[in-house]
């Protein structure tokens, strides 16, 4: 398993002021498998593929978030 973490630039969306968030995401491989996840329906990007992962919140070690 690979642990991939970044900052991304985003917009909160109560205030509309700019702030830095910390992300992560696994890439988990199994021989010739790879996973990964669906959006649910009715999130943002609903259908669309993506790693497992999430933001990182406070004190959260890159696992926890997992």
């Not at 790879?34 to 609903?46: C, F, N, Y």
């Amino acid at each position: 398993m690979h642990i991939l973490t970044w900052q991304l630039r985003a917009v909160n969306k109560h205030t509309y002021q700019k702030v830095m968030i910390t992300v992560t995401a696994a890439i988990i491989k199994q021989e010739s498998t790879i996973l990964i996840t669906r959006r649910a329906p009715g999130k943002h990007l609903e259908g669309y593929w993506e790693f497992p992962g999430g933001k990182l919140d406070a004190n959260e070690t890159e696992q926890d978030c997992l």
